[in-house]
């Protein structure tokens, strides 16, 4: 699966960003779809994941009720939608495609995208 994210940029303090996540390949629809990020000197952690055939969600504590993870079939388009942010979410974020919610699981990869939100 070949994964291709974009969306960040600079916001100030809650406000909302909205990353994407283009997947391609035969058997992308198959896995979970997954979020991280990485803040520099720390290292990655998870942030959200999807089932892409049922769209059941799965969220990281530091980001529940301000993140939403989504998808649009029609796109082959994996979303997160980042509201109220924070300055300690100042990460490159990576999207993932994996075979199950665990971590060590997320085996393909796209580029990061970076999220800079300023106090």
């Known amino acids: 699966v070949q994964l291709q994210a974009s969306g960040g940029g600079l916001v100030q303090a809650g406000g909302s960003l909205r990353l994407s996540c283009a997947a391609s390949?035969?058997?992308?629809?198959?896995?979970?779809m997954g979020w991280f990020r990485q803040a520099p000197g720390k290292e990655r952690e998870f942030v959200a994941a999807?089932?892409?055939?049922?769209?059941?969600?799965y969220y990281a504590d530091s980001v529940k009720g301000r993140f939403t993870i989504s998808r649009d079939n029609a796109k082959n388009t994996v979303y997160l939608e980042m509201n109220s942010l924070k300055p300690e979410d100042t990460a490159s974020y990576y999207c993932?495609?994996?075979?199950?919610?665990?971590?060590?699981?997320?085996?393909?990869w796209g580029q990061g995208t970076q999220v800079t939100v300023s106090s």
């Open positions: 993932a495609a994996g075979s199950s919610f665990n971590p060590p699981d997320f085996g393909s």
């Open positions: 999807l089932t892409w055939s049922s769209g059941s969600t």
């Open positions: 390949g035969r058997t992308f629809r198959s896995y979970i």
